[in-house]
């Protein structure tokens, strides 16, 4: 094997390491989720399913998601209260240091201003309010909204947790390979210091290994690192505590094995279950209900009402009844145009909305095309490089058993095991990339 063989194996695997930890990088930029402040510091058997169901109960974005529903269960409620009926009462004391009051038409007749005390009881109960319609409408969808934000937040999560899985565990497949890699160089450059003794090789070819050696050993403390900044990813999604260590029980075969990726290329995409178009689309109804509102604005709001006033301390003149009941009735008649201009800029905000939904709509229809396409091509890379890894392997079976015999050199089985590794390398790196196209897939379609 030539030195320029072995610098290119050594550059694929410093490459696979670049790939893996710029793929965890940008996921670690979209994480907003909190870190679960429990202190357990027991292993954790991790399979993928039991860690999404984990990121479901302990995610602090999700856990935010659904105080949100409790926080516009309350506004509707609220809402809803106010036209209701309203029960007020007061209690009032008044005191005039003992002024009089003199009669003009009477002289040397004087009135004293006794103090006096109340007790009110008002009863009141909205009649009719165009806005108040309208409030409460909106107060349901916007209840409606905040539960397609948690089914949205909670497909989202899911996403997360299983791609930080799988980068955990190409990570920890990668490392593997990578010392592998260097067990076997280190073998190779073993035998090139004999040979470089006995006079067969030049000590330069020894100098190259040797650097190649460095190299690996150098990628595989990075891999060291890459794996543990994955689990460190997973756990912050999942919402567990970083101390707790983390094993993955589930494998890259064993999922693959078990997802369905033709049933994911034939199923019909419905646009309406999709979380994202149908949250878009709940935002519209609520820009046609902030029109409703401000046309609401025109209508007459009717109220009536009860007040009963107990006099616990009387003047020595009143007349005040205690009893009295009323109607009011308040008309909209003229805001030189103020009115209007809010409808105006309602409707602009519809029509804006409106434009938002249609421009997600045909974006979602692109995806779907562009994902089936990735999912279907990602499929025949990964049985085009297992493939590979098999051909490869009965190449490396049958050049051991040459060289076990005698037949063969060192170097030729030296070859074909890191052509064997290599093959090993490629085909992990499709399998990562089939699963991932396959989760892109089921996302969009809301099968997660």
């Known amino acids: 094997m030539n030195m320029f063989t072995k610098s290119l194996i050594i550059y694929k695997s410093l490459t696979m390491q670049k790939i893996v930890f710029m ?16 202190m357990a510091q027991t292993e954790m058997h991790l399979s ?11 995610n602090r974005n999700l856990l935010n998601a659904g105080l949100a529903i409790d926080e516009a269960e309350a506004r509707l409620k609220e809402t809803i209260a106010q036209g209701l009926p309203q029960v007020n009462a007061t209690v009032d004391y008044s005191n005039f240091f003992g002024s009089t009051a003199t009669l003009g038409a009477m002289p040397g007749f004087e009135i004293e201003f006794n103090p006096t005390s109340n007790l009110a009881v008002s009863f009141s109960q909205l009649v009719f309010s165009g806005s108040y319609i309208v409030g409460v409408r909106s107060a349901k969808l916007y209840k409606e909204i905040t539960e397609t934000s948690l089914e949205q937040s909670e497909t989202d999560i899911l996403a997360q947790v299983t791609q930080a899985y799988y980068l955990s565990l190409i990570s920890e497949k990668h490392q593997s390979q990578v010392a592998a890699n260097l067990v076997n160089l280190k073998s190779l450059l073993d035998k090139t210091r004999a040979m470089v003794d006995v006079g067969i090789a030049e000590e330069v070819d020894y100098d190259q290994l040797s650097v190649q050696v460095v190299m690996l050993e150098d990628a595989l403390r990075a891999a060291g690192r890459q794996v543990t900044l994955s689990l460190n990813m997973l756990r912050m999604q999942m919402g567990l505590h970083a101390d707790v260590p983390v094993v993955l029980t589930d494998e890259l075969e064993s999922i693959v094995e078990r997802s369905d990726f033709e049933g994911s290329l034939v199923k019909p995409f419905s646009i309406g279950q999709n979380p994202n178009y149908r949250l878009m689309a709940l935002q519209t109804d609520m820009a046609e209900k902030q029109v409703n509102m401000e046309r609401a604005a025109y209508l007459p709001t009717i109220a009536g009402f009860y007040n009963f006033t107990e006099k616990l301390l009387k003047p020595e003149f009143d007349i005040t009844p205690n009893h009295v009941i009323g109607l009011n009735v308040s008309i909209p008649i003229f805001s030189s145009g103020a009115r209007r201009a ?12 409106e434009n938002q939904k249609a421009l997600l709509y045909e974006q979602l229809m692109i995806r779907e095309k562009q994902l089936r396409y990735n999912l279907n091509n990602a499929l025949e890379q990964y049985e085009s490089q297992k493939t590979n890894m098999l051909v490869a392997k009965r190449v490396y079976d049958n050049i051991n058993n040459k060289y076990q015999q005698g037949l063969v050199s060192s170097l030729d089985l030296t070859t074909a095991n890191n052509n064997y590794l290599q093959a090993g390398n490629s085909y992990i790196s499709a399998t990562l990339q089939l699963l991932e196209a396959h989760l892109e897939m089921d996302r969009l379609l809301n099968s997660l």
Do not use: P
């Open 342 to 353: 809010r409808v105006n800029q309602a409707r602009i905000n519809l029509q804006m909305a």
């Open 48 to 58: 993928l399913d039991s860690a999404r169901h984990y990121a479901l109960e302990h």
């Open 23 to 38: 793929k965890m990088f940008a996921l670690l930029c979209m994480l907003a989720g909190g870190i679960s402040t429990g």
